[in-house]
């Protein structure tokens, strides 16, 4: 499930190119099995906090390229108004 946001967020060019899904998946996830593990420090929402902004920061690209954007979703539930 990650890969596939993570994909569509290279194909809209929001995340890099170059990235490997697979290596961003392992950056989210390590250092929460690391904590768990060890249980050298808290696993609390600052620290949750602080691993979006690492991660984030170095899978964004610098500035996306709009001419790139992917269409929006649409929800597979019919609307009903």
Do not use: N, T, W
Request: a positive charge.
């Amino acid at each position: 499930m990650l890969r596939h946001v993570i994909q569509r967020a290279q194909a809209s060019g929001e995340f890099r190119e170059d990235m490997d899904a697979q290596l961003v998946i392992d950056m989210v996830y390590a250092p929460i099995y690391y904590r768990l593990l060890v249980r050298h420090e808290k696993l609390d929402k600052r620290f949750g906090d602080a691993l979006v902004d690492c991660v984030m920061a170095s899978v964004r690209q610098a500035s996306p390229d709009p001419s790139r954007r992917a269409s929006p979703r649409r929800s597979s539930s019919p609307h009903r108004g």
